[in-house]
C-alpha cells in the first residue's frame, strides 16, 4: 500500500516527481537492515508504512506453505518457531560448512553439511533447501519493496554495504543476493567507509585523514583503521569479535537478574515464554538506561529493577574486550592512538553512554563522532555513496581501486597492461620500450583499457605520437611510457626517450566513463576468451619475432656478403624465404621451426664472421 500524498492548500493529489537516477543505499545487517536515499541533499532512513521504524529485523519465518515473513514480524517466530525462522544469515555468507567450526550450535534452524567440502551452506526448512543468497534476498526484497511503495517508483539500482573484513566470496555472495532481489548492485561498500561518508568525512578532495571506526551492534562487533587521503578510502586494520554485540550485553542483565531474583535456570529452559519475556525485558532495561539511570518493569511475579551504574559494572568486561580489540588494530595498523584523527560510533549498541565514554577515553579524544542514529548511519552513508554514483555531487569522485587493467598496444596489436585492475589509486606505473626499425622517429602509443590480450578486443582510450626520437638502429633507443592515474580517475601517459630526452605528455580523461555493465561484459570476455587470446598472442608473438629475425637476415647478408659461399647465400635466403611464407599463416609452431633451422643454419656463420672481425682487430694490433 503505498501512501498518497495531498496537497491540503490546493486540495489535490500532490505529484512527486519522480527521482531520476535513483539509487538506493542498504546496510544489510546481521541484525537489522535497512534502506536510506538522498532527499533533498540529505540521507534519511526510509520508514514502514505506518512511518515509524526504520529498522528492519534481519528475521525471516517460514510457514508450512513455505512463505516467507520478513522482519518484525518475523521476530516473534524466534521462539515460537525457531526452526523455520532465520536470523543471523550474514553469518553465512559466502560460508562453507567447515568454517562454520564450533559455531554450529549458535544457530537454531537446520544448517546443511554438504558432501563436497567447498560447497556454500544450506539451510534447511522443513523439506526446502535455502542458500544464505536466496535469504539474504528476501531481505533485500522486503527493502526493495519498502523503499518502492515510500517513493512511488520502481526502485532497481542499489549500493549494499559489507564489513571491512568480507573476503571476495562474501561480497560476491552480498551482490548475488542483489540481483535475486531484482537490484543491479551498482557497488559494494565497506561499512566503515559508509559511516565516514555519513559523516562528511571523505567527502572532502582535499583531505587526509585517519578514521577510526568502532561498529558494536546485535552480535558482533568490529574495528576498523581506514587512511582517507583524497577521496580514497583505505582499510589499514580490521580487528573485532564475530560474537560479541548487543545480545551479549541483554546476556549479561538476564544471568544478573537470575541471580538476584532467584531465578531457577531449570524453569527457564522449561518455560519458553518465560525465557522470552525475561529476554525481551533485559533488552528494554538496556535501551532504557541509554537515557535514563532507572529501570524497572514487571514479569510475571517478579518486579525487576536494574539501574545505570548496576548496569555498567555488568558490561564492563564486554566493553573492555573491545577495547583490546581496538588496540589490536591499532597495532596492526602501525599507529599510535594519537595518529586517529575521527572516531566514528557505529551500531545501536553504541547508544550505551558507557560504552561512548569509555571509547572517548580509549582514544584520547575531547569528541567523538555520535551525532547521527547509529544504527541508521551505514545506510545513510550508502545513501550518500549512491547518490555520488548517481552522478548527483558533480566535484566528488570516489575511487578505491581501478576497476579494469590499463596498458599499451606493443608490436603485433598487443595489449601491454601498465596498471593492472583492482590496483589502488592514485598509482604511478611505468615501463621501458624500444624501437622496432632502424632510424624510427616517430613511436605511436596508443592507450588501452580492458582484460583482453588483443588491443582490438580492448577498449581504446587514446592515442597520441612521440615524435624527434634521433635516428638509431632499432632496439637501441630507450622509450619509457609512464602512467599517473590520480584519485579524479585522470590518467596521464608520458613517454619519454631517455637517451635524447625527447618526452611527450597526454591526459587522458576518466577511464571510468564505462556503465558497470559495460564492465562486467568486458571482464566476462577476458574470462570466456583467455584460450583463444592466449593461443592469438602466441601466434602475434611468433610473427612478430619472425619479422624481427628476417630484418636481422637481410642485415646480415650485406654485412657477410664476402665470408660466406654461394650455396650459403642461397640456403639462407630459402630458410628466410620459407620463415616468410610460415609467418603469413595461422600456424605458430611451423613459424617457430622456421625460426630454429634459420637461426642454426645461420649460427656457425654468424661464428665466422664474429671471429673475422676479431682476427681483423688483431691484426691491426701492435704487439
Ligand atoms: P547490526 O549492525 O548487528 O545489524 P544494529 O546496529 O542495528 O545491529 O544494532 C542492534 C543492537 O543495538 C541490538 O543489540 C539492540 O539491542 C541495540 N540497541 C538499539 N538501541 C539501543 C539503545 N537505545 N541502547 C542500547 N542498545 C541499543
Ligand atoms: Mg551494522
Not at 289 to 318: G, K, M
Not at 456 to 473: E, K, Q, T
Request: with cysteine; charged share 25%; hydrophobic share 40%.
Amino acid at each position: 500500500m503505498a501512501r498518497i500524498p495531498i496537497d491540503l492548500v490546493k486540495g489535490n493529489i500532490k505529484k512527486e516527481e519522480p527521482i531520476s537516477n535513483l539509487i538506493v543505499g542498504i546496510d544489510l545487517g546481521t541484525t537489522n537492515s535497512l534502506v536510506a536515499y538522498i532527499k533533498d541533499n540529505q540521507p534519511v532512513a526510509i520508514k514502514d508504512e505506518q512511518g515509524k521504524h526504520t529498522l528492519v529485523p534481519s528475521v525471516i519465518h517460514f510457514d508450512e506453505n513455505h512463505d516467507a515473513t520478513v522482519g518484525t514480524n518475523a521476530k516473534a517466530y524466534l521462539v515460537k518457531d525457531p526452526q523455520n525462522t532465520i536470523f543471523s544469515v550474514k553469518r553465512l555468507m559466502g560460508k562453507a560448512f567447515k568454517d562454520l567450526g564450533e559455531y554450529q550450535d549458535f544457530f537454531s534452524y537446520k544448517i546443511i553439511d554438504t558432501e563436497v567440502e567447498e560447497t556454500l551452506v544450506k539451510i534447511r526448512i522443513g523439506n526446502k533447501f535455502y542458500t544464505p543468497i536466496e535469504l539474504s534476498a528476501k531481505i533485500l526484497s522486503q527493502l526493495k519493496e519498502r523503499a518502492e511503495n515510500a517513493l512511488n517508483q520502481p526502485v532497481q539500482k542499489a549500493v549494499i554495504t559489507v564489513p571491512a573484513y568480507f573476503n571476495d566470496a562474501q561480497r560476491q555472495a552480498t551482490r548475488d543476493a542483489g540481483k535475486l532481489a531484482g537490484l543491479d548492485v551498482l557497488r559494494i561498500v565497506n561499512e566503515p567507509t559508509a559511516a565516514s561518508l555519513a559523516y562528511g568525512i571523505g567527502q572532502d578532495k582535499e583531505m587526509v585523514k585517519t578514521v577510526a571506526v568502532y561498529d558494536l551492534g546485535g552480535g558482533t562487533f568490529d574495528i576498523s583503521i581506514l587512511n582517507i587521503d583524497h577521496g580514497i578510502f583505505e582499510v589499514l586494520a580490521t580487528n573485532g569479535d564475530t560474537f560479541l554485540g548487543g545480545d551479549d550485553l541483554d546476556k549479561a542483565i538476564l544471568e544478573h537478574w537470575k541471580t538476584v531474583y532467584n531465578i531457577d535456570a531449570a524453569q527457564l529452559k522449561e518455560n519458553q515464554s518465560l525465557n522470552q519475556a525475561l529476554r525481551i525485558a533485559a533488552e528494554t532495561a538496556k535501551k532504557a538506561l541509554s537515557s535514563s539511570n532507572d529501570f524497572q518493569t514487571q514479569v510475571e511475579a517478579w518486579t525487576l529493577e536494574l539501574d545505570r551504574s548496576t548496569f555498567e559494572q555488568l558490561i564492563h568486561p564486554l566493553v573492555q574486550k573491545t577495547l583490546a580489540a581496538c588496540a589490536a588494530a591499532l597495532k596492526d595498523a602501525d599507529l599510535d592512538k594519537s595518529a586517529i584523527d575521527e572516531v566514528i560510533m557505529v551500531g545501536g549498541s553504541t547508544r550505551v553512554p558507557y560504552v561512548k565514554e569509555q571509547v572517548r577515553t580509549f582514544f584520547e579524544k575531547e569528541s567523538i563522532n555520535d551525532d547521527l542514529n547509529p544504527d541508521e548511519v551505514v545506510a545513510l552513508g550508502a545513501a550518500v555513496q549512491a547518490d555520488i554514483l548517481a552522478g548527483n555531487q558533480k566535484d566528488i569522485l570516489l575511487l578505491d581501486i581501478t576497476p579494469l587493467s590499463l596498458g599499451i598496444e606493443t608490436m603485433g596489436g598487443l595489449m601491454d597492461v601498465i596498471i593492472p585492475r583492482n590496483t589502488k589509486v592514485p598509482i604511478k606505473a611505468g615501463r621501458q620500450y624500444t624501437t622496432s626499425v632502424d632510424g624510427q622517429k616517430n613511436l605511436k602509443v596508443s592507450v588501452y583499457q580492458g582484460e583482453r590480450d588483443l588491443v582490438a578486443d580492448n577498449r581504446l582510450l587514446g592515442s597520441f605520437v612521440l615524435r624527434g626520437i634521433p635516428p638509431m638502429p632499432a632496439g637501441l633507443p630507450k622509450i619509457e611510457i609512464h602512467f599517473l592515474l590520480n584519485a579524479d580517475g585522470i590518467l596521464k601517459v608520458r613517454a619519454k626517450e631517455l637517451r635524447s630526452g625527447v618526452e611527450q605528455t597526454v591526459e587522458v580523461r576518466s577511464p571510468y566513463g564505462i556503465s558497470e555493465e559495460d564492465m562486467a561484459r568486458m571482464l566476462l570476455d577476458s574470462l570466456k576468451n583467455a584460450k583463444t587470446d592466449m593461443q592469438s598472442r602466441a601466434l602475434i608473438e611468433a610473427r612478430t619475432e619472425a619479422d624481427h629475425l628476417l630484418l636481422a637476415t637481410s642485415k646480415f647478408l650485406q654485412q657477410n656478403d664476402a665470408i660466406m659461399s654461394d650455396e650459403e647465400k642461397t640456403q639462407v635466403s630459402k630458410l628466410a624465404e620459407a620463415l616468410k611464407e610460415a609467418s603469413q599463416g595461422e600456424d605458430k609452431d611451423l613459424i617457430n621451426t622456421c625460426m630454429d633451422e634459420l637461426n642454426d643454419y645461420a649460427r656457425p656463420i654468424a661464428h665466422r664472421s664474429m671471429d673475422n672481425t676479431i682476427s681483423n682487430a688483431m691484426q691491426g694490433k701492435k704487439v
